[in-house]
Structures are given as structure tokens and as C-alpha cells.
């Protein structure tokens, strides 16, 4: 038998309804705060990645699905959707009609990461992506959107964590005293961080072996080193959550596993997660589009945890199987033919429609129907033939009706809008 591949997974139903009910929410949520949807394609050049999230991450040293392309181009199944996005937003030239663009995306990501509780090799995430805005007040609303978004979900325990990377102009004296900090304890440094020293000392901030933590717990703080422009951003970005009433903390270790973020980055947790407890991540990345070769216009943008958020909502709202409206049984060769009519009428009519053509006995298909949680039968036999009627039976009351076949479809349709 051939099985699935580890760190990947089948999502059958009825776990797929969660799946449904987070992104149907996630879209009529992010729309109403004027985000429209782009599919970029799950493959794109390696390239990308490697400008983008930066040659010296977890990702790109060695988490990548790789392969070679046609003639010389690597490709690569994409490990997060921001760099796509941005290739789109340049390649296509979103920004000539109006520089301020807003997409969200929702699709599977691959990373060859130790596949545990919360962790896959495939997962899911919803991006939102916004263009040409610098000002703290969008920062501000997405964390603001975020939030709102987990409530809808009922999602309890969560907390919003934010820090600020500084740019271009402040960041490189942090990082040199941090390094230097880091250097100096080089020996308690686990094996990756200590390769991180030299190509990307942050990244030490966000390591999670213990004996790295302790070193970092004395670790120089970013926001002790923000110019005063970016001071000023990350000051209006906190006064309007303030006034959003949208609690957060300021968490000077948050840094994020990709190169390409300045200035703000969030992190929301909750406590009902377990280790992997992040359900979103994100953060500005004001030089990303110019950096791909496209316009100087800032960005900001996040990515939900989708499998992490089904496994909260499911805890929640145990997915179940809903049974047919109407489940049609067709007893004998001519109340078969009619049974597969009104089968295909009826769903058509949109009145959730199954139907039994096995020919067994009225007392097995009610069996059965029951065992489906079928709300109604419609019970056509010799007798419903000649009198021209079809028997429809509430499951629940046990309350019998006589449809005429000739307006049986608008009848029953009639009954389930009102
Ligand atoms: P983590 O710290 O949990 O590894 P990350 O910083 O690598 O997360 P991001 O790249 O910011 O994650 O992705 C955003 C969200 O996507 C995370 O908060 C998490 O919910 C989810 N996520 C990331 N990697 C995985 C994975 N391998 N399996 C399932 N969900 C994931
Ligand atoms: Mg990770």
C-alpha cells in the first residue's frame, strides 16, 4: 500500500468543514478591511527565495523543496507566499494604477522541517500583504484585523507581541554590539548559532535551546538603538493600539526567521497551542520590493497558522458530518427512475439531496438514513407511484406528508426556505 509522505497530510471531511469555515471567515473578514485575493502558483525560481528570505535562514540553508527546472533554473515549492506576492505586485506592475495595494492569499507552503504536533511539511497559511503604505496606522490596523479575526474564531488566550527591527540606517549598530555580546559567549552558543554569528546574529534572538537563551536574556535591545524616525513609528503604532483598546507587549526578543523585515514585527501567541504556540506572524518589509528589482514602496504583511487554528477550532466546535436534507428512497425499477430524477432536480433546486438506489428494503434504507442523520426521507414505492405522490417523513417528528410528484420540487424547496 502505498502511504502518504511524512509531514504531509490527507484533510478529509469532516475536518475539511473547519477548513472551510476558517477561510470563508478569513475572506469575508479581510475584504471588509479592503483586501482583495491573489493565487500565485506554489512553484516559483529558486531565486526568489533565496534574495528574498535571505541565504543565511533555516529556510533557505536547508529547508527548501528543490529541484531543477528546465535548462538552468532551479525551482523551488514556495516556503511562505510574501516573496510571491511581491513578484507579482512588481511583475505585473500592480502599482502603476495606484501604488497602495492590498491582497491576501490563502494556499499550502513546504518546509523540510522535523514533522511533530503542529509542524508539517505542507501547511496551510492565509497571507495578507499591504503595498505603498508607510504609515503606523496600517501596522496598526493589521494587528487590530488580526485580532478581530481570532475572536471570530473564538479563539481564547491569545496575546500580541511586538517589537521593532529599526531599518536600514539604525539596525547595523545593533547588530555589530550584539555580535560582539554574542562572540563573547561564543561557547555556550548551540552549533547553529554559533554559524549564525557571523551571517546573522539576530537570528540567535530567536533560538530556542536553552543554554542560547540564557545567553540572549542579556542581550542588547533593539529599541534601544532606533533612530528617531523609526522611534517614532513604533511609538504611533502602540498609540494606536492603545486606542484600538488591542493589548499587546512589547517583546524586544521578537525577531523573525526571515531577513527581509524592518521596523515593525508581531507575533501572536496563544495558550492553547502547546510549544508551537504561534498562530501568526509579521511585520514590515519597507526595502523587500525595491530589493526584487521593483519600486520603492514600503509593505507590511502577516501569515496565519492554518492548520494550528483548525486544531483550536476544532477543540471548540467538534466538526461533524451534516446529513442530507432529503434522502430519497426509491423502492422497485420505476420508482428508481423517478428517485434519480428528483435526486438531481431537487439538489439543483439547492436542497442538500441524497438518494438510494440499492434496492434493498424500506427497512434497511431507513437504516441507513439514520445513520446519516438525514433530516427526511422521500419514500417512493409502488403505492407513492400509482397515486402519483411521493411520502415525505420528517426524521425527527416522524410527521408524514403526501407531495404530488408533479410539484414535488417546488414544494419541498418552498419548505426548506421557509
Ligand atoms: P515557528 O516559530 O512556529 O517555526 P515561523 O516563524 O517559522 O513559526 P512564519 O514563517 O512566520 O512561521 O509563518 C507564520 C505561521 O505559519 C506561524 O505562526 C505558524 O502558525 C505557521 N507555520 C510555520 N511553519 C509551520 C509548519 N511547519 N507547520 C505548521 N504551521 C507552520
Ligand atoms: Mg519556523
Given at each position: 500500500m502505498i502511504q502518504l509522505v511524512r509531514g504531509f497530510k490527507d484533510i478529509l471531511p469532516p475536518e475539511s468543514s473547519v477548513w472551510q469555515y476558517i477561510e470563508n471567515t478569513a475572506k469575508q473578514h479581510f475584504e471588509n478591511f479592503g483586501f482583495k485575493e491573489m493565487r500565485p502558483p506554489v512553484l516559483e525560481q529558486t531565486e526568489l527565495f533565496k534574495r528574498s528570505i535571505g541565504e543565511h535562514t533555516d529556510i533557505v540553508e536547508k529547508e527548501m523543496y528543490t529541484f531543477a527546472g528546465s535548462k538552468d533554473t532551479m525551482l523551488t515549492l514556495r516556503p511562505e507566499a510574501t516573496a510571491s506576492v511581491v513578484?507579482?505586485?512588481?511583475?505585473?506592475?500592480?502599482?502603476?494604477?495606484?501604488?497602495?495595494?492590498?491582497?491576501?492569499?490563502?494556499?499550502?507552503?513546504?518546509?523540510?522541517?522535523?514533522?511533530?504536533?503542529?509542524?508539517?511539511?505542507?501547511?496551510?497559511?492565509?497571507?495578507?500583504?499591504?503595498?505603498?503604505?508607510?504609515?503606523?496606522?496600517?501596522?496598526?490596523?493589521?494587528?487590530?484585523?488580526?485580532?478581530?479575526?481570532?475572536?471570530?474564531l473564538s479563539i481564547g488566550g491569545l496575546s500580541a507581541h511586538l517589537n521593532s527591527l529599526g531599518c536600514p540606517a539604525c539596525r547595523p549598530a545593533f547588530r555589530k554590539d550584539l555580535a560582539e555580546m554574542l562572540a563573547g559567549h561564543s561557547d555556550k552558543l548551540c552549533e547553529d548559532c554559533v554559524r549564525r554569528l557571523d551571517k546573522n546574529p539576530m537570528r540567535v534572538l530567536d533560538c530556542k535551546v536553552p543554554s542560547c537563551r540564557e545567553v540572549v536574556a542579556d542581550a542588547p535591545s533593539m529599541l534601544d538603538y532606533l533612530c528617531e524616525d523609526c522611534a517614532l513609528h513604533f511609538k504611533a503604532v502602540q498609540q494606536i493600539l492603545d486606542k484600538l483598546e488591542i493589548a499587546y507587549e512589547i517583546d524586544p526578543g521578537l525577531v523573525r526567521g526571515l531577513d527581509y523585515y524592518t521596523r515593525t514585527a508581531f507575533e501572536i501567541q496563544t495558550e492553547e497551542l502547546g510549544a508551537q504556540n504561534a498562530v501568526a506572524g509579521g511585520g514590515r518589509y519597507d526595502n523587500l520590493v525595491e530589493m526584487l528589482g521593483g519600486p520603492a514602496q514600503p509593505a507590511i504583511g502577516f501569515a496565519v497558522g492554518v492548520d494550528r487554528l483548525v486544531e483550536l477550532v476544532s477543540a471548540k466546535f467538534p466538526a461533524y458530518d451534516s446529513g442530507p436534507q432529503v434522502f430519497i428512497l426509491p423502492m422497485g425499477d420505476q420508482a428508481m427512475e423517478m428517485g434519480a430524477q428528483f435526486a438531481c432536480l431537487l439538489a439543483d433546486a439547492g436542497v442538500i439531496t441524497e438518494a438510494?438506489?440499492?434496492?434493498?428494503?424500506?427497512?434497511?434504507?431507513?437504516?441507513?438514513?439514520?445513520?446519516?442523520?438525514?433530516?427526511?426521507?422521500?419514500?417512493?414505492?409502488?403505492?407513492?407511484?400509482?397515486?402519483?405522490?411521493?411520502?415525505?417523513?420528517n426524521m425527527k417528528t416522524r410527521h408524514q406528508q403526501s407531495i404530488p410528484m408533479d410539484r414535488l420540487v417546488e414544494t419541498i424547496r418552498a419548505e426548506f426556505d421557509g
Open positions: 513578484r507579482a505586485y512588481i511583475q505585473h506592475k500592480l502599482y502603476a494604477a495606484d501604488p497602495v495595494c492590498k491582497f491576501y492569499t490563502i494556499g499550502p507552503m513546504f518546509r523540510k522541517e522535523r514533522p511533530q504536533k503542529g509542524r508539517y511539511r505542507q501547511f496551510h497559511q492565509i497571507n495578507a500583504e499591504v503595498f505603498g503604505v508607510d504609515s503606523p496606522y496600517i501596522d496598526a490596523q493589521l494587528v487590530f484585523m488580526l485580532m478581530r479575526f481570532f475572536e471570530r438510494d438506489f440499492s434496492g434493498r428494503s424500506l427497512k434497511a434504507l431507513m437504516r441507513r438514513a439514520d445513520r446519516m442523520g438525514a433530516e427526511n426521507v422521500l419514500i417512493i414505492g409502488e403505492q407513492e407511484i400509482s397515486d402519483n405522490a411521493a411520502l415525505l417523513r
